[in-house]
C-alpha cells in the first residue's frame, strides 16, 4: 500500500519533476542534454550494447571514480561481459566517459516513475543490477522484483541520519530493502544499521571500502608539471579545498588572506562541489584569482595567482597532487562531508570541519592516525595551513600517516569480486 501511494505522489509530481530538470538546465547547462533519458528513453545504440548483461547504478562522480577499479576488474574476468553504466549528473556522466570509456554503455538513470522505469527496463532487460553505496528507488527495486533480476547494493553506507529516515518511512523502506538480494557495507557500524532496519544477517556482508582502492592517474606527473609551469607554482606552498559548498567558500577565502599575512607566496586551489558555482566561486574569488580553465594555451609562467579557481570537471583528484594540505569541503556545513582518501593517497594532512556523517567511518581512521585535523572558522583552517607550510618534518609525518591508512584499508576491490563472481557466473552461463 505505501507504494502504491509513492508511485501515485510521483505521478501527481511528475509537473514539478520536469519543472525542476529545466529549472537545473538554467543553473547547469549540461542538464539540459538528454533529457529523455531521466524519462526512461534509451538510446538505441546504448540499449543495444547494454542488453542482458549487468546494470550498475552509481549516483554522481564519486561513486563512479570509487566503482570503476571494480568495473574494470569485471571486464578483465569477462572481456564479452555487457555493462551499462548509469548516474544521475552530468559530472557522473563525465567520469564515466573518463575512466570507462567506450568500454562500457552509458546513459542517465530513470527517474523513479512507473512508466520511465518500465521502458528503461524493457530496453536494457539487464540480468543483475549494481546499486552504489546508497542509492536506492522503491520503483526500481519493484520492477526488478518482477522481472526476476538480482539486485545488490555494492560499497554500501548507511549514515545514523540516514538510518533515523529510513525507520521515519519504514512502511516503505523495509519492503524495499528486502527486494535486496546483498547488501556489501563499508564498515560494520553500516550493516550494523542495515540489521537494525530489519535486514538479516544472511544478506548482509562487510567489505570495505572501494574508495581506497583508487589509483592516481597515469598522466599525474605530465598533468602535474603544466599546471605548476603555467601557473607559476614552483617552490610556493599550496593548499587545497576541494568540493566545496555554498557557504564555506568565504570562510575558505577568509582563512587564506590569514595565510597571506604571514605566506605572501602562498597559493589556494578551491574547487567547487557544483559546476554550476564555478562562475559564482570565481566572482567572490575576485581579481587576485586565475581559472584552472584558463591554463589552455597559455605560455608557461604568464599567470602567478595567489587563488586558482578548480572550473574543469574531474580534475580534483589530480589537482590535490599539488598542495601540501587539503581541506575537504562540505563539513563546514551540514552536508556531510566528501570523501578524504584521494587526499590522503597523494600522501597530505586533511582538514574537516565537524560535518562528517557521510564518512564517518573513513574519518574517524585517519582522525586516529594523527592526519585529519577538526577546524572551525577561518582562523582554525588558516592556523593548520600556516603550521603544515612551517614544517618539512610535519609535512613528512602527515604524508607517511595519510598512505598507511589508505594501505591498511585497501583491498575491497577483491572482496566485492568474490561476492560477484557467482552471480557473473550465471549471468555469462545463459
Known sequence: MALFFYRLLLLIALPLIVMRLYWRGREAPAYKLRRAERFGSVPAGVAERARGGVWVHAVSAGETIAIAPVIERLLNEQPTLSVLVTTMTPTGSEQVRRLLGDRVAHCYAPYDLDFAVERFLTAVQPKLALFVETELWPVWLARLERLGVPAMLINARLSERSMLGYQRVSMLARPMLDRLALIACQYPAHAQRFAELGVPDERLRVSG?????????????????????????????????????????????????????????????????HPERFDAVAALAGPQAQRLSSAAGVAPGSQAPSIIVGDTMGDVSALLGLSSIAFIGGSLVPNGGHNPVEAAIHGQGILMGPHRFNFEQVC??????????????????????????????LRGEQAQLAKQVVADNRGATDSLMELLRPEIARITAQ
Open 209 to 273: 571500502s572501494v574508495k581506497f582502492d583508487v589509483e592516481l592517474p597515469n598522466d599525474l606527473a605530465a598533468r602535474l608539471a603544466n599546471w605548476r609551469a603555467v601557473f607559476g607554482l614552483a617552490g610556493r606552498p599550496v593548499w587545497l579545498a576541494a568540493s566545496t559548498h555554498e557557504g564555506e567558500d568565504e570562510i575558505v577565502f577568509a582563512a587564506h588572506q590569514r595565510v597571506l599575512q604571514i605566506q605572501a607566496d602562498a597559493v589556494l586551489i578551491v574547487v567547487p562541489r
Open 364 to 393: 574517524d581512521l585517519f582522525a586516529q592516525a594523527g592526519c585529519l585535523h577538526l577546524v572551525e572558522g577561518a582562523d582554525g583552517i588558516a592556523g593548520q595551513v600556516l603550521r603544515c607550510f612551517r614544517s618539512e618534518e
